[in-house]
Structures are given as C-alpha cells and as structure tokens.
C-alpha cells in the first residue's frame, strides 16, 4: 500500500473563535493527504485557545507557546523560524477564518510532483490557486489570480493568498533559511505570502497558480487584506497607496529578493530596486515603460502606471 503524502499545514491565529473550528475542520478532513497542523497564536484575547484546545486529543495538530507578534506576517514568520520541514512532502499556510476544499492538498500536491511541470519546462517549487470570496451575506465571488505570470510580477504582487500555497521542502526551507538570517532583510517584509511568492521566483524556481479555485474566502471585518475585489477593497487599497504602504512594501520584497537572486535575475532586481527607491518622476517614468512586467491583470498594470504618473505611489 502506497504511503499518503505528508503534509505540513503552518496555521497563524488571532482572536479567531468565531471561525476557527470551521477551517480546521476543513484542513484535517482533506482527502488523500496525511496533514500535521501546527498553530501558533498571537495574544488572542477571545476563546481562540480554547477552541485550540479542543483539539489537544488530536495527534495531528500542535500548539506552540502563545506569544505576542503584533502581525499576521510576524505570526507566520514565527512559525516557519520554528518548524522545519523534515519529514514532510509539502508545506502550506493556513488562515483561520476560511473553509478549504476537501481535494485542496492533494490536488496541489499532485501539481508539485510533476516531474517537468503541466508544460514540460520543469517542476513547480510552489502552488497557488484562485479562491472564492465569501461575503457575510452569502454571495459569491471566483477571485482569479491565475493570469499569466510576468518577469517581475513577484516583486509587486503575490501569487495569490497564502492560504491557496503549497511548497516544496527545498523551497520552504530555502525560505526558512532567509527568515533565520539575523536582522535579514526578509524579516522586514509585511507580508507572508507576497514575501514567500518572491523569494521563490526570484530565486529562478518555478511557480504555478492554479486556474480552479481551492478556498472559500471568507470575507468579514477583520480581514487583514481582503479579496481585492469591488469598491470598497479598491477604495482602501488606494488609500494604501497615497500612504506610501505599497511603495515601501514593494521596496521591502526587492530588497529581501536582491540576496537570492542570480545572472539575469539580479540585474532585473538592482534596476528595479534604483528606481524604486529613488522614486522620482525620471525613475517613476522608466517604470511605466516596463509596467507590463509588473502586473499580471491589465487593469492593475494600469492602475499602478496611474499612481506612478502622478505622483501618488
């Protein structure tokens, strides 16, 4: 009899009772998968660990020591620093808040270990995948972030919620290895999976997002970045912009990205990274000239070449 592929499922949580038992639930009864969980909470201060530990009986699930991280990223950062991949065939990210399709891990594992891809140019060290947006009202939305990937989309976008990846142990521990770097330019990074997504990519390892999507995403109040999509996901997102956030954000990722980076890679990222920082209106133009290397969708390589003209990213 064939042994199950393991995998390890890294769940950050904070103040998330509401949901939680919901999208555990939903990790544990994967179908075709052995999953280990391990949880590490941030200073929940509703009954988040109490509903963890409803859980202590279950030998697949692990809680570290509570602490206090201040942030989603800081969480999950702290769990990667902490866990390492030995002993398991993939690695993916959980949310608390959402419900994972029950074929989710092996569908993506089963992406993973294709020998030369779904193409033939070789094996994916990471899978993402479109997910469904869920609002409080039931409606539902398929949130595509399958488009076709760009030469340096990673350094201005993630492949997707983190909650859709699944890594290979070599990509997770290189990952690691980053993370582990004291006072290392990718501890800086607000964000997990826009952080994972690059170092991956710009390493020269391959990515795949898959077209079906694997998690309802549940969209609610507390959301630390939402689906992305209607009014008031883009009002705020802009708000974001005129702040500066995506433009030190995008900084932060080129700057963890310039270490792992090799041959043509690295040039791309040191023009990147002396615009970037610049960002004067010479530097801001000459991106707009590349602005198709830096988006998947259309419409947000438009909207960020807006916000470069005038001024506001």
């Known amino acids: 009899m064939t042994a199950l592929p393991r995998i390890l499922v890294l769940l950050a949580t904070h103040n998330g009772e509401q949901f939680l038992a919901e999208q555990l639930d939903s990790v544990l009864n994967q179908r075709g998968v052995e999953v280990s969980v391990v949880v590490s909470d941030d200073a929940s201060t509703d009954g988040t660990l109490a509903a963890l530990d409803r859980y202590r009986g279950d030998g697949r699930v692990r809680v570290l020591e509570p602490g206090e991280f201040g942030s989603s990223a800081a969480n999950f950062f ?6 390492p991949a030995e002993e398991y065939d993939a690695i993916g990210f959980c949310d608390q808040d959402d419900i994972w399709m ?3 891990l092996q569908r ?3 992406l993973l270990s294709l020998s030369n891809g779904l193409d033939g140019r070789g094996p994916y060290a990471g899978v993402s995948s479109n997910v469904t947006a869920v609002q409080p009202d039931g409606t539902r939305q398929i949130v595509v972030k399958n488009q076709l990937q ?16 699944l890594l290979r142990p070599e990509a997770y521990e290189f990952v690691r290895e980053q ?8 501890s800086l990074a607000n964000s997990h999976d826009w952080l994972f997504y690059a170092l991956v990519r710009a390493h020269g390892w391959r990515w795949f997002i898959d077209g079906e999507s694997s998690v309802d995403y549940r969209q609610h109040g507390r959301n630390e970045l939402g689906a992305n999509e209607g009014l008031q996901q883009n009002w705020r997102r802009l708000r974001g912009i005129v702040a500066g956030t995506h433009h030190q954000d995008a900084l932060r990722i080129i700057l963890a990205c310039r270490p792992v980076a090799a041959g043509r890679t690295s040039a791309q990222l040191e023009w990147l990274y002396e615009r970037v920082a610049a960002c004067n209106f010479t530097s801001r ?6 602005m198709h290397r830096f988006r998947r969708r259309r419409r947000d390589q438009l909207a960020l070449a807006a916000t470069l003209v005038t001024g506001l990213w």
Do not use: I
């Not at 133009?285 to 590349?290: G, I, N, P």
């Open 285 to 290: 133009l000459r991106l707009v000239r590349h």
């Open 102 to 104: 029950p074929w989710k």
């Open 179 to 186: 993370l582990l770097v004291q006072n290392g330019p990718a």
């Open 78 to 83: 702290r769990l990667v620093r902490e866990v």
């Open 108 to 110: 993506h594992y089963e």
């Open 150 to 165: 760009r030469q340096c989309d990673y350094a201005f976008e993630s492949g997707g919620p983190g909650s859709t990846f």
